[in-house]
């Protein structure tokens, strides 16, 4: 049987999908310092989860993403949201940090689901019309990423920081059951030897020059972003603020300039205009630390801040998509998950390194950090040479 049409109501469901799943790698980051008080840890330790979560995350984009190529992905899919939804439950209830670690890990493992998801609707979508429906998931993703802390840190007053995951189990129980009946057949596909999937994801990056530059550019700007997240709810629970929870979970609303800058990025995609967006997303990312390091106790200063490195993170990251689903058109859960595993990658190294420059000389360490990185992805966006339109 062959796939339905790709209509906008499914589009829609789709990019919810994305952002309930993708929620559950970021419900822990404004709870941060409630999880470091239960269990009784240090604040490296306790910003470690967030890197065990984003490497749990990378090994899932490693080891299960290229399955898409190879499963029915319906299938696959609804799969991978009730094992999600299995961990988030498992977690409200261990009280042993050695097992909440490894159980944490195995959350970011099972949220893969929504880079399934997004190369599933490449492949649904018309030609000409790709680069607006992948924004469009993304969109939903960051709409998840979005309400997901400020869920959390809201849901966390009234239950508890336990009962964020409790909920999180039901909801991703419900979509899968949802998805199960809402998502297309596919035609039958060539088959491929499960290694040969594995491998082939990071043979493309050997092969395929902008899918590696894309990399890199995505895993400097993706580590400046946890090296903010992994550290933000510390800052803000110290003194001068001495935020709740719920204060800290809205500071998630502002990466309201991430859907926008989503949506935005999209549309220059499909008209060629990639360069452009690529250096200013990359300044973004600079410019934001440098604002918040400047003007550290200032409210207005670190929200914007925190707007402009959304705005930055995900109009790079909508850019490269765009761009790495024209490498190899008939590969594209594999290209997918080697981006996305440098990507993670990325996002490991960038929190437990803000962990540590927060441990050891606070603010100040994690915004130097972040300058640095977010230099890694400016000098070759200025620097290298620009693809062949046909590319783009």
């Known amino acids: 049987m062959t796939a339905r049409p790709l209509t906008k109501s499914l589009t829609l469901f789709m990019a919810v999908a994305t952002g309930v799943i993708v929620a559950n790698l970021y ?22 989860l967030v890197t065990l979560t984003q490497a749990g995350f990378a090994a899932g984009l ?7 190529d190879l499963l029915p992905r319906r299938r696959l899919v609804v799969t991978i949201f009730l094992l999600a939804a299995a961990t988030m439950a498992i977690a409200s209830v261990v009280h042993d940090f050695a097992v909440f670690a490894v159980v944490t890990f195995l959350i970011g493992l099972t949220s893969v689901g929504c880079h399934v998801l997004v190369p599933f609707s490449a492949d649904l979508a018309a030609e000409g019309e790709r680069g607006r429906v992948v924004g469009r998931l993304m969109t939903g993703l960051l709409i998840g990423v979005l309400l997901s802390r400020t869920f ?29 009946r809402v998502l297309p057949n596919e035609a039958p596909r060539a088959r ?68 926008l800058a989503a949506n935005v990025a999209g549309r220059q995609a499909d008209r060629h205009r990639s360069r452009p967006v690529t250096i200013a997303a990359a300044l973004l990312v600079g410019v934001s630390f440098a604002l918040m390091w400047t003007w550290r106790n200032d409210l207005w200063a670190l929200a914007l801040g925190v707007f402009l490195l959304d705005a930055g993170m995900q109009g790079m990251q909508i850019t490269n998509q765009a761009i790495i689903y024209t490498v190899a058109p008939e590969q594209r859960s ?30 100040t360490g994690a915004c130097v950090l972040g300058l640095l990185v977010g230099a890694l992805a400016l000098v070759p966006a200025f620097g290298w040479p620009t693809p062949a339109p046909s590319a783009l």
């Not at 490693?62 to 898409?68: D, H, I, R, T």
């Not at 992994?230 to 500071?251: D, E, K, N, Q, V």
């Open 192 to 259: 491929v030897a499960y290694l040969e999937l594995v491998a082939g994801s990071f043979r493309l990056l050997r092969e395929h020059r902008e899918l590696r530059r894309r990399a890199w550019l995505g895993a400097t700007c993706f580590a400046g972003f946890s090296t903010l997240w992994s550290t933000l709810a510390f800052h803000l629970s110290a003194a001068p603020f001495h935020y709740s929870p719920i204060r800290i979970g809205l500071f998630g609303l502002l990466g309201v300039g991430g859907v």
């Open 27 to 48: 419900y822990l980051q404004p709870l941060l310092h409630q999880v470091k008080g239960d269990f009784r840890i240090g604040t490296f330790t306790a910003s470690a």
């Open 334 to 363: 594999r290209t997918n998950g080697a981006y996305m595993v440098c990507f993670f990658t990325g996002g490991a190294v960038g929190s437990l390194a803000g962990g540590f420059g927060y441990a050891h000389w606070g603010w």
């Open 152 to 180: 959390s840190g809201i849901a966390s007053q009234a239950v508890g920081w336990r009962g964020v995951y409790v909920t999180a189990a039901a909801l991703l129980a419900v979509m899968a059951l949802v998805l199960s």
């Open 62 to 68: 490693a080891f299960v993403v290229p399955l898409g």
